[in-house]
């Protein structure tokens, strides 16, 4: 069974720094675009971050500001969400997503993704 497992989310101070990981099991993600969406409560789920299989690929959430940095480590079958700069605005559920199909570039849109998380709290205080 497919499986995706976010961690390293937290409560954080606003100005710090959190470091989110995303495992894939059950298949080898390697080949897939993956994404990190976010959604705070009575909000919609928001791009974030997404990067081509191969690590060349990135696209940033227009939020992002260059605060954020996302990775993949295709050997551990790991995506990475480095988060500097922190805002309580920042606060939210952050997933990871895994889109199948082929693209010219990671897309930005919900609905592409196929494979998703169950999320990891991100917490930020002023």
């Known amino acids: 069974q497919e499986q995706l497992v976010e961690s390293g989310g937290g409560l954080v101070q606003a100005g710090g720094s959190l470091r989110l990981s995303c495992s894939a099991s059950g298949r080898t993600f390697t080949s897939y675009a993956m994404g990190w969406f976010r959604q705070a409560p009575g909000k919609e789920r928001e791009f974030a971050a997404a990067i081509s299989w191969s690590g060349v690929n990135t696209d940033y959430g227009d939020f992002v500001k260059g605060r954020f940095t996302i990775s993949r480590d295709n050997a551990k079958n790991t995506v990475f969400l480095q988060m500097n700069a922190l805002k309580p605005e920042d606060t939210a559920v952050y997933y990871c997503?895994?889109?199948?199909?082929?693209?010219?570039?990671?897309?930005?849109?919900?609905?592409?993704?196929?494979?998703w998380g169950q999320g990891t709290q991100v917490t930020v205080s002023s």
């Open positions: 997503a895994a889109d199948s199909h082929y693209r010219f570039s990671p897309s930005r849109y919900v609905h592409d993704y196929d494979y």
